[in-house]
């Protein structure tokens, strides 16, 4: 099929640094239901360029739990790791146009200061074995979130300029993200409100390529027993494949949408999609009572 006509293009893009929790669940399912119930592609896509960071198999993990929830990308699923080429390719005409630089300041130089002052911004080193920074500039960034509204932020005054290749030469989160949702012709991203903070990241270097604005909706994260949000990091458990239809129950709810009747996931899905309403979403970017 091809993605060409489409109005709407959305993704799950899961990183194989855990395996998938609840959490992973809330996001496949909203991003899944607001791509169809708008007659749009939906695309899986693993982002797995921080090598470092891979869980061993979690990658397996998260292709069987897109088997045993019955979601089927629209395109065949891309692997982030086969694609560095294509990072690099948009590295060389960032910086042809001087928007990047290499720098050679390490954490520790750093220390605890999380607003980069452009240290290297001047010096001109070589691209080889340090990282590489994109270049802000003093102004703000607004989107509106379908969810959680406006939201601006200067990335000059809160951050600075950011690293999109480490030293050790792995592409960053926030380039390959941005590159690729613009090489699959992504239109709407649907995610955890923990990525809100990168959108303006995403939003300035989508910019400087001249790619097309995207729609964002970040979601209310679940929550664990002791108030944290359910993550790898906190050890979120894994999603139990023996009990698909009981979990999926659980996160259309969650998400604040009419029930659907226990089925096979793929018609739970399909009641999901006919009922899906984003007006029923918890507001803000917790949700209260959910501890998977
Ligand atoms: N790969 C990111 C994660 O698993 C999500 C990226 C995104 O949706 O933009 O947290």
């Known amino acids: 099929?091809?993605?060409?006509?489409?109005?709407?293009?959305?993704?799950?893009?899961?990183?194989?640094?855990?395996?998938?929790?609840?959490?992973?669940?809330?996001?496949?399912?909203?991003?899944?239901?607001?791509?169809?119930?708008?007659?749009?592609?939906?695309?899986?896509?693993?982002?797995?360029?921080?090598?470092?960071?891979?869980?061993?198999?979690?990658?397996?993990?998260?292709?069987?739990?897109?088997?045993?929830?019955?979601?089927?990308?629209?395109?065949k699923i891309i692997f982030?790791?086969?694609?560095?080429?294509?990072?690099?390719?948009?590295?060389?005409?960032?910086?042809?146009?001087?928007l990047i630089y290499a720098c050679q300041c390490t954490r520790k130089i750093l220390g605890s200061n999380h607003i980069y002052a452009g240290t290297c911004r001047g010096l001109h080193l070589p691209f080889e074995q340090h990282a590489i920074r994109v270049k802000v500039s003093n102004q703000n960034i607004c989107f509106e979130d379908r969810l959680q509204g406006s939201h601006c932020s200067n990335l000059e005054n809160q951050l600075g300029d950011f690293v999109l290749k480490r030293r050790d030469g792995i592409i960053n989160y926030q380039l390959a993200v941005v590159v690729d949702d613009y090489l699959q012709g992504v239109t709407h991203v649907v995610r955890g409100a923990d990525l809100l903070d990168n959108t303006a990241r995403q939003i300035w270097l989508g910019s400087l390529l001249n790619y097309p604005t995207l729609q964002y909706m970040h979601l209310p994260l679940a929550m664990n027993a002791e108030g944290q949000k359910l993550s790898k990091q906190n050890l979120a458990r894994a999603l139990d494949l023996q009990n698909a239809p009981q979990l999926l129950q659980h996160a259309i709810l969650a998400l604040g949408q009419h029930p659907v009747d226990l089925d096979q996931p793929h018609k739970m899905l399909a009641q999901a999609i006919a009922q899906w309403d984003i007006k029923r979403i918890p507001q803000g970017t917790e949700m209260n009572g959910i501890y998977l």
């Open 1 to 75: 099929m091809s993605t060409q006509n489409h109005r709407y293009t959305g993704r799950f893009a899961p990183s194989p640094t855990g395996p998938l929790h609840f959490g992973s669940l809330i996001t496949a399912v909203a991003s899944y239901c607001d791509a169809k119930a708008q007659q749009g592609t939906w695309i899986v896509r693993i982002e797995d360029t921080d090598i470092p960071r891979i869980y061993p198999d979690s990658e397996q993990h998260i292709l069987q739990c897109l088997d045993a929830f019955e979601f089927e990308s629209d395109v």
């Open 80 to 98: 982030q790791k086969d694609r560095l080429d294509l990072y690099e390719a948009v590295l060389a005409q960032l910086k042809q146009k001087d």
